[in-house]
């Protein structure tokens, strides 16, 4: 199984900070990496596809870079509503895997 | 825009069998793979398993032996189900789409 380590596991930020969580996989998934944003009673909504594509509806603050086995998620000025839960997921191959998530706070 | 609508029953015994259903409205069937992932009150999301439109599966390793995903492509519709439930199949259980798009979940709960 791919591990997926993700980090930090919560941090605390101001609005319009701008914060970076990082991703990494035990093996090269090339670019098969997808990030999403948890709020609490919600299913996860997709943020970015291929480690790098922004969704349809995505506000621009939100940016993923990486390829192989070192992702990150940016969000470049946070604003009130992006203070929640964070995941990655792997789609490379089976099992797919998740990030163990980070929880945005607000400081 | 696709929706993904999900049920099923939300109490069970121990040994009991999972069985939840999640339809597809407004996009076709095919083409697609549909998913299957929980998430325990409180953790982290895992995933379960998958169908493709042509009815090939992918399990987790560590539920295969008790998970069964099938799929009816006439009624656009994925089913799960999951054999001997324990207190730790208490979960938000949530189909997706590619995991592009998601039902709304459907929190199992067994308790004796």
């Known amino acids: 199984d791919i591990q997926m380590t993700q980090s930090p596991s919560s941090l605390s930020a101001s609005v319009g900070d701008r914060v970076t969580i990082t991703c990494r996989t035990s093996?090269?998934?090339?670019?098969?990496l997808n990030w999403y944003q948890q709020k609490p009673g919600m299913a996860p909504k997709l943020l970015i596809s291929?480690?790098?594509g922004l969704q349809s509806g995505v506000p621009s603050r939100f940016s993923g870079s990486g390829s192989g086995t070192d992702f990150t998620l940016t969000v470049s000025s946070l604003q009130p509503e992006d203070f929640t839960t964070y995941y990655c997921?792997?789609?490379?191959?089976?099992?797919?895997?998740f990030g163990q998530g980070t929880k945005v706070e607000i400081k | 825009q696709v929706r993904l609508q999900q049920w099923g029953a939300g109490l069970l015994k121990p040994s009991e069998t999972l069985s939840l259903t999640c339809a597809v409205y407004g996009e076709s069937f095919s083409g697609h793979y549909w998913t299957w992932i929980r998430q325990p009150p409180g953790k982290g999301l895992e995933w379960i398993g998958e169908i493709t439109h042509r009815g090939s599966t992918n399990y987790n390793p560590s539920l295969k032996s008790r998970v069964s995903i099938s799929a009816d492509t006439l009624k656009s519709q994925v089913s799960l189900k999951l054999y001997s439930v324990t207190a730790a199949d208490t979960a938000v259980y949530y189909c997706?789409?590619?995991?592009?798009?998601w039902g709304q979940g459907t929190l199992v709960t067994v308790s004796s």
């Open positions: 997706a789409r590619d995991f592009t798009s």
């Open positions: 291929f480690a790098s």
């Open positions: 997921l792997q789609t490379y191959n089976f099992p797919r895997t």
């Open positions: 093996q090269s998934i090339y670019s098969y």
